[in-house]
C-alpha cells in the first residue's frame, strides 16, 4: 500500500531501501527516491553515496515529488529492475531505476539510470545530485563537459545526463532541478561514472538502449527459479535475485552483503564491512546454484574460489575481496554512522583469525562441485587434499568460530564438527578419484574429531549439542550439523539439538546465534539466517509440518520488495545489519527446498 516514506535525523528505516545492481556494485534506493548508497567501480570500492551512514556529509541522488507524496514499489517481473510510484494531490508518476549492463558500444564504466513516466495528471519534481567521493573524504569538484554537469575528485568522475529535463543548476555541492512530469514520453537522469578513464557522456539512445537490455536481460537470468520452492517460490526467486546481486561477474565472486557497518544495534558498535567473499558461505552458495540449476554461476564461483584459496594453501583464509587478493585491513572512517551508530569501519580484521570450520564449508563446497561436474583437475586434487592434511594435523587447535568472536579462541563444538565434514568429504573425494588418496591418515582423524564433540560436546542433562566444553550453552550454527549429515536424519540427537535450540535461543520466529560473551560490547538483532538454518533442520529430520509452519512466519518478515537485512529487532520488526544479506538468503532458498523435498518424501 502507499505510504508517506519518513526520516528520523536523516535516515530512512532500513526496511525502506530496496537494492539495484549490474553484477559489478550495487546501489540503496531509498522509498522516498533517495539513492543512499552506491560504491564505484567495485562493491568493496569507496563509495560516491554514502547517506546512510551519515546523513550530511555522506552524498545521495534524491528524486522525488516537490509536494507530498505517498509511495509504494515493486521490482519488475523476475528482475532487479525497481519501480516506484509517487503518488500526490497533482497525480502520480512512476520511476524505474537500474544500474544498466553495458552493450557492445562504447559505455560508461558504471551507470545509473533513472525513467521518469507520468501516469496521471501533472506532477512536480525535483531532484538533487550530491556527490561525495571516497566516503566524504575528497573534496567535490562540480563544472560542466560540453554543456553536461559533472564532478570529479582525484580520478573519480561523474556526468550528469539530464534527458528531457532543463535548467539544471549548481549549489552547495550539488547539481539540482525542477521540472513537471505528464503521461507522454519518459525523462531520463542518467549518471556515468569513471575512475582512472576516460568518462563517457551518455545521450538518449543510448541510454534507453541499455535500460532495455537490462530490462529484458533479469526476466530471462531469472527463469529456472520461476515455481522452485513450494508456496514460497516468489521469496526463492526473490532471494535468488538478491543474491545475484552480490555475485562479483568479473571474477564470480559472492560478497557476504553490499554494504559496511549497518549496525547489528541501533546505537551500537557491532558494525561491519561485509563486501568481501567469506569462503564459508560457499558450500551454502554452491548447493543452492546447483539446485536451481544456475551451474555457469556455481562454475564461476568455484574457480574464483580456487584462484582465492591458493594465495594462502593449505591454509585458508576467512574472507577475500573479490578480486582474490587477501588485503582487508580494517580502519574507521569520520561518518557518523547510520542513526549514530559508530564506528563505520571499511576492511575486517576476521581475515586475520583462525576459523576451522572454513575448511568443512571448502571441501564440502568442492564435493558438491564434483558430484555435478564429475572431476577436479590434478592440481586442484592436490590443493585439497593438502587442505586436509592440514585440517588432520590442526583440528585439535581452538579457533575464532564461525561467528568470528573477538574474546579468546576456544574449542568450538561446530567448529570441530566442521573438520569432520572436511575429513569426511576429503575421504570421499579420494575414493572417487578426484584427489590423491590419504584415506588412511584422513579416516584416523575423522574419527578422533567426531569422538571430540560427542564425548566433548554432547550434553546429556540438556539432550543437546552446546557451544563448547568451557562454554556450555547454546548455539545455532549446532544446527550445521544436521545441515552437513554429521548424523543420520533420525538420530535423535539431532532432535534433542533442534529442541534446544529451539527453547533456548528461540522467540517466536526469531532466533539468537547465543547468549554469551564474545569480545565485542552491545546488544545484536536476531539473526535472520539462524531462523532459516532452523526450518531447514527441522526439514531434514523430517520434522515438515514444522518447518513449513515456521517458514510461512519467516517469509512474512521481508520486506516490501522482499529482501532480508542481516537481523532483525525481535521488538519490532525492524531491520538491523548489512543488506541485502546473501547469507540470509541463501538460507531461505535452502530451507524452502528442504522443504519442498521433503513434502514430497
Request: proline residues 6%.
Amino acid at each position: 500500500m502507499p505510504r508517506p516514506p519518513e526520516r528520523i535525523d536523516g535516515y530512512l528505516p532500513l526496511r525502506d531501501y530496496a537494492a539495484i545492481g549490474d553484477g559489478r556494485t550495487t546501489a540503496l534506493v531509498g522509498l522516498d527516491g533517495a539513492v543512499d548508497w552506491l560504491c564505484v567501480p567495485d562493491p568493496d570500492s569507496p563509495s560516491v553515496f554514502a547517506r546512510v551512514l551519515d546523513a550530511r556529509r555522506g552524498g545521495c541522488f534524491e528524486l522525488c515529488p516537490d509536494e507530498p507524496f505517498e509511495a509504494e514499489r515493486r521490482y519488475q517481473p523476475g528482475s532487479n529492475v525497481l519501480e516506484t510510484t509517487f503518488t500526490t494531490a497533482s497525480g502520480s508518476v512512476r520511476v524505474t531505476d537500474a544500474l544498466t549492463l553495458a552493450s557492445e558500444e562504447l559505455a560508461p564504466l558504471r551507470e545509473l539510470v533513472r525513467r521518469v513516466e507520468g501516469i496521471a495528471g501533472v506532477v512536480p519534481m525535483r531532484f538533487r545530485l550530491e556527490p561525495r567521493f571516497k566516503y566524504g573524504r575528497r573534496e567535490t569538484v562540480l563544472c560542466r563537459r560540453d554543456g553536461i554537469p559533472a564532478a570529479h575528485a582525484g580520478h573519480h568522475a561523474l556526468a550528469l545526463a539530464p534527458i528531457g529535463i532543463d535548467g539544471v543548476e549548481a549549489t552547495d555541492g550539488a547539481f539540482e532541478g525542477r521540472f513537471a512530469v505528464e503521461p507522454g514520453e519518459p525523462r531520463y537522469l542518467a549518471v556515468a561514472f569513471a575512475e582512472r578513464e576516460p568518462l563517457v557522456l551518455p545521450t538518449r539512445r543510448h541510454v534507453e538502449e541499455r535500460m532495455a537490455q537490462t530490462e529484458a536481460f533479469w526476466p530471462r537470468w531469472s527463469e529456472n527459479a520461476r515455481g522452485r520452492g513450494g508456496p514460497w517460490s516468489e521469496a526463492v526467486l526473490r532471494s535468488l535475485l538478491a543474491l545475484k546481486l552480490c555475485v562479483f561477474a568479473p571474477s564470480g565472486a559472492i560478497i557476504a552483503a553490499p554494504t559496511t557497518s549497518l549496525p547489528e544495534w541501533i546505537g551500537g558498535t557491532r558494525n561491519w564491512d561485509y563486501r568481501y567473499s567469506w569462503l564459508r558461505d560457499s558450500t551454502y552458495a554452491l548447493d543452492a546454484l546447483v539446485r536451481l540449476d544456475y551451474l555457469d554461476e556455481a562454475r564461476a564461483f568455484f574457480s574464483w574460489l580456487q584462484h582465492a584459496a591458493r594465495l594462502t594453501l593449505p591454509r585458508l583464509q576467512v574472507l577475500y575481496r573479490v578480486d582474490g587478493s587477501t588485503r582487508t585491513e580494517e580502519s574507521e572512517l569520520d561518518l557518523e554512522g547510520y542513526r549514530g551508530s559508530g564506528p563505520v569501519r571499511i576492511g575486517n580484521l576476521a581475515s586475520e583469525q583462525r576459523q576451522l570450520d572454513v575448511y568443512g564449508a571448502v571441501l564440502d563446497c568442492v564435493w558438491v562441485y564434483v558430484q555435478q561436474h564429475g572431476q577436479l583437475d590434478r592440481k586442484t586434487g592436490r590443493d585439497m587434499a593438502g587442505v586436509a592434511d592440514w585440517v588432520a594435523e590442526h583440528w585439535r587447535e581452538p579457533d575464532s568460530g564461525i561467528w568470528e568472536v573477538r574474546s579468546d579462541p576456544t574449542h568450538f563444538i561446530q567448529s570441530k564438527a566442521m573438520c569432520w565434514v572436511a575429513l569426511d568429504r576429503a575421504i570421499r573425494l579420494a575414493e572417487q578419484g578426484a584427489v590423491p588418496d590419504r584415506r588412511e591418515r584422513w579416516q584416523r582423524e575423522a574419527e578422533a574429531c567426531r569422538a571430540f564433540v560427542e564425548e566433548q560436546g554432547w550434553d546429556p542433562e540438556r539432550s543437546s549439542y552446546i557451544r563448547a566444553p568451557e562454554l556450555r550453552e547454546l548455539d545455532a550454527s549446532l544446527l550445521s550439523l544436521v545441515l552437513q549429515g554429521f548424523h543420520p536424519a533420525d538420530d535423535p540427537r539431532l532432535d534433542g539439538t533442534i529442541d534446544a535450540v529451539k527453547r533456548e535461543l528461540a522467540e517466536g520466529p526469531y532466533v539468537r546465534r547465543y547468549r554469551g560473551e564474545d569480545g565485542v560490547g552491545g546488544e545484536e538483532g536476531a539473526f535472520l539466517t539462524c531462523s532459516f538454518w532452523l526450518v531447514d533442520a527441522l526439514a531434514r529430520v523430517g520434522r515438515v509440518d514444522e518447518a513449513s509452519a515456521l517458514m510461512d512466519e519467516l517469509t512474512g518478515l521481508a520486506n516490501d520488495v522482499g529482501l532480508f537485512s542481516e537481523e532483525i529487532d525481535r521488538r519490532d520488526g525492524s531491520f538491523l545489519g548489512n543488506m541485502p544479506q546473501a547469507l540470509t538468503h541463501l538460507a531461505l532458498v535452502n530451507a524452502a527446498l528442504s522443504v519442498e523435498n521433503g513434502e514430497h518424501i
